[in-house]
Structures are given as C-alpha cells and as structure tokens.
C-alpha cells in the first residue's frame, strides 16, 4: 500500500474541507477527490437565464462571531476570507379564507418577546380559538428552554426526537402545538403540519426556529453566493494548508478487505485507478452510498431502508421566476402558512437577486421557490394543479406579479424521501468498529450541531478530533 496519503477524503462539500483543515494542521498529509469541478457540494449554484441561483437557501445561520461554529468558526480557524453581510429578516405570510396576512418577523432578543409574537400574531390569526389561558405561559416557557440550550442539545440531544416526542413533556396545550408544528413544518422544509410533528426533527427545527426570531445570531448573506462566498475561501484556505483537491474525478468504489478499507477505486475519463492511503473519510450526502459501496455495510443498510419507507417520502417543487425590476420583491427569505386549513406550509422561496444584486442581469429580478408536501398530497393533486396554486399563490403574494413575469424555469419536481438529516431517523455514526480504518462525515451523520452548512462543517472538525484521537 503507498504511504503517500495519511488520509483520503471522498467529498470536498464543507464537511470534507472541515475535515481536511484540521487533520492538516495536525500534520496529516490528505488528498480530497470531488467529482465537480468546485468545492462546496451543495452550495454550487447553476446558472440560469444568466443569473446565479442558489438552489441552497442563501441563508446561513451563525452565532455569535466570538464563539463561532460551522463554516463561521473554520472561517477563524483556517483563518479564510470569508466575506458575508447581514440578511434582512425573513417573512412569514399566513394565506387566511377572507385575508391574507403579512408579518414580517422582528428580531426578538428576549424569549418573552418570541413567544408574545408566536401566540399573539401568528396563532391570534391562524387559529385564536386555540389560545388558552396556558398558552402564554407554557409558550414562554418553552421559549426560554429553546434560547438558552446549547448546539449541542439542540442538534444532538433533541436532534432524533420528533415534536411529538418532544413536546409533550412541556406542554399539553393545542395551541402551543400547533403553532410550533406550523413554523416547523416551513424553517425546517418538510411542508405537511401532521408529517412535520410525527417525524421532523425537534431538534433542528427549533434552532431554525430560534434563528428566525432572532436569538440564534446574525443571519448573513455570503457574498458572491454560497460556494463562492464560504466554500471556494475555505477551500483555498485548506489548499494552503497542504491539503490536495482533485476536481471532476468519480468515485466508482469504496473498497473494503477483511475489515478495512484497502483503496478508493476511481475514474478519471475513461482510465481507472484505485487510490491508497492510511484511513479514509466519505463526506457525501446519504444518496451517494448505495453507489459508492458494494455490497452495503451491514450497519449502513438499516438507515437506507428506513429513510426509504413510504412514509418518508416526499414530492417537492421548484420553479424561478424571471421579473423585470418595476416590481417590488421582499429581500428576505419567506414563507406562506395555510390558514384556511391544518397551518402547513405551502409555498416558501428567496428573492434573492434583491439581497444578491451581483447574481442577476440588469432589468431582471429572480425569486426561487418551492413547495413540499406529502407524496400522497402530489398525488391528489397532480403536477398541473400544484404548479397552477404556485403560480396563485405568488400573485397573492406579490401583487401584479404576473404582469412583470418575464420567463420562469419549467417546473421541477420530484419525488423521494424526505430531508433525511431533518427528520428524527437515526443517522450514521462518525465510525464503526467493523471498518477500523473508515470514517464518516456529512449532514447524514450523527452527532451533527448546528444547521444546513453550518452542521455539515461542524461534522468535519468532529471528525478529525475522532481520527486523531484514535
């Protein structure tokens, strides 16, 4: 076996990166292989109609600059030119049966104020039958517990437990269900109010919900756009460092031998090579697995056939709307609750050539957006009626929009399992005993702190701290 590597990476998202920095400043010598042609993974935004839109919203949490986490404190550690700005504050719309209401969420610093704005805008006007005289009470209560706990808790503790496993204990009240359930069905992506409280994560869903109001730090804006304002710094920064990137190369197979990893077969064009090393790290999203290892890992099969379960999985759609600049665009990240029915979120979306000016054509404003819902909601309704409401819902939310609409992508759908690192299914562990010399790291991993970016970077330093420890 060649002792060229210490360690080699299969991924350069921010979790590899994370990942790579700290073991080279450790004195390791590692090589990551990344099949496109930039760092980030996610983060990659594609062009469209000569604009460049994030697919990731735009939107990255980070606490306080003095005890950063995630990509915010590899941007201290490795000491990258991260460049970011601070977002303007999200929108919460509520799509009401005789109106509709707008609220756009204030800062609120102190849980009292948090949860006077949970019980006495939102439910006062989605459901103000609910509110009780605990609901006050146990809101704040329950308020206080979500601004004061830590990362940890927050993406480990309470990470694999569901609202209904979590809430309970706390409260008993409908309308502090529902209006937690509702909020959580938009921030943390899952759409369907009953899919959200069964099985989204607690944990994730209300550090999302704490960024949202105000107590989880800045929310910022990378400038030029996610992989270009955080990815592409740090990973010039682990370059620097002595860490090798290989871009555009394809993992064909991890290739496992009597209990350890004895290379990485690759492919470069037409010519394959397996590449050696000491210890490996796969830093990937889950659906890049079953590709990458044959047979499946006994200990990895389980999840796969968990995440895949009918319940699990979940139609999104996805369109970009093309205007001319004579339109007003919020310049926050939004989302629409239905207020007719269960508080579900139906319709979310960024207008992000408003916060990201660099990344239109002049004259041209974009706002990406998507709807989630059950596979068995897409069903009942189909693709022809889910893009007729999105395109309703858009001029209810931006009046005249459809007059300055000047082209749109064609709709995007898909069908597939639900945000896996969002819903409270267990996830992989950083390593197993059976595979001596294996690691993993990624937003499908466990313990994970933190959010969207923010956790996936925070896995890396997890598990380099691991690998050295050994």
Same mark, same amino acid.
């Given at each position: 076996m060649s002792d060229k590597y210490d360690v080699l990476i299969v991924g350069a998202g921010l979790s590899g990166l994370a990942t790579a920095g700290y073991l080279a400043k450790a004195g390791k010598k590692v090589k990551i292989v990344e099949k496109n042609p930039l760092p980030g993974?996610?983060?990659?935004?594609?062009?469209?109609?000569?604009?460049?839109?994030?697919?990731?919203?735009?939107?990255?949490?980070s606490p306080a600059y003095d005890n950063p986490s995630g990509w915010a404190k590899l941007a201290k550690d490795f000491e990258a030119d991260v460049q970011v700005k601070p977002s303007e504050v999200s929108r919460v719309y509520i799509r009401g049966k005789d109106r509709d209401y707008d609220f756009k969420i204030m800062l609120h610093l102190s849980a009292k104020g948090a949860a006077n704005w949970m019980v006495h805008t939102l439910l006062e006007s989605i459901r103000p039958e609910l509110i009780s005289d605990k609901t006050d009470e146990d809101m704040y209560r329950i308020i206080k517990e979500v601004y004061e706990a830590s990362l940890d808790t927050l993406g480990t503790e309470w990470g694999e437990m569901s609202l209904e496993d979590w809430l309970p204990s706390r409260s008993t009240d409908?309308?502090?269900?529902?209006?937690?359930?509702?909020?959580?069905?938009?921030?943390?992506?899952?759409?369907?109010?009953?899919?959200?409280?069964?099985?989204?994560?607690?944990?994730?869903?209300?550090?999302?919900?704490?960024?949202?109001?105000?107590?989880?730090?800045?929310?910022?804006?990378?400038?030029?756009?996610?992989?270009?304002?955080?990815?592409?710094?740090?990973a010039d920064a682990v370059v620097g460092m002595g860490v090798e990137i290989e871009y555009n190369i394809d993992v064909q197979q991890v290739l496992i031998e009597e209990g350890k990893v004895c290379g990485i077969l690759v492919k470069r064009g037409e010519e394959e090579e397996t590449l050696h090393a000491e210890q490996?790290?796969?830093?990937?999203?889950?659906?890049?697995?079953?590709?990458?290892?044959?047979?499946?890992?006994?200990?990895?099969?389980?999840?796969?056939?968990?995440?895949?379960?009918?319940?699990?999985?979940?139609?999104?759609?996805?369109?970009?709307f093309f205007l001319d600049d004579e339109i007003k665009l919020d310049p926050s990240f939004f989302m629409l609750l239905d207020g007719e029915g269960d508080g579900s979120h139906v319709l979310g979306g960024y207008a992000q050539s408003v916060e990201q000016p660099w990344n239109t054509v002049p004259g041209t404003q974009f706002i990406w957006a998507y709807r989630i819902m059950t596979n068995a909601t897409y069903e009942k309704l189909g693709q022809e009626a889910v893009e007729?409401?999105?395109?309703?819902?858009?001029?209810?939310?931006?009046?005249?929009?459809?007059? $300055?609409?000047?082209?749109?992508?064609?709709?995007?759908?898909?069908?597939?399992?639900? $945000?896996?690192?969002?819903?409270?299914?267990?996830?992989?562990?950083?390593?197993?005993?059976?595979?001596?010399?294996l690691y993993f790291a990624g937003d499908c991993t466990t313990p994970m702190p933190g959010m969207l970016t923010d956790g996936a970077a925070a896995t890396g330093e997890i598990v380099a701290n691991l690998m050295l420890n050994k």
């Open positions: 993974g996610s983060t990659i935004s594609p062009v469209i109609n000569g604009c460049l839109v994030s697919q990731l919203a735009p939107i990255c949490p409908p309308g502090v269900k529902f209006a937690l359930t509702a909020m959580l069905s938009g921030t943390i992506f899952t759409g369907d109010h009953e899919y959200t409280y069964r099985y989204a994560s607690a944990g994730k869903g209300l550090l999302l919900l704490r960024m949202w109001l105000g107590a989880g730090g800045c929310m910022v804006v990378p400038k030029q756009n996610p992989q270009a304002g955080i990815s592409q710094p740090i490996y790290v796969v830093a990937t999203r889950w659906g890049a697995w079953p590709a990458i290892f044959k047979p499946m890992p006994d200990f990895m099969a389980p999840l796969i056939a968990d995440v895949m379960k009918p319940e699990h999985i979940i139609a999104s759609a996805f369109k970009t007729k409401q999105i395109h309703e819902n858009m001029e209810r939310l931006y009046p005249g929009f459809h007059e $300055h609409l000047k082209s749109e992508t064609p709709f995007g759908g898909r069908v597939a399992p639900s $945000h896996y690192f969002y819903n409270k299914q267990k996830k992989l562990q950083h390593h197993y005993d059976s595979i001596s010399n």
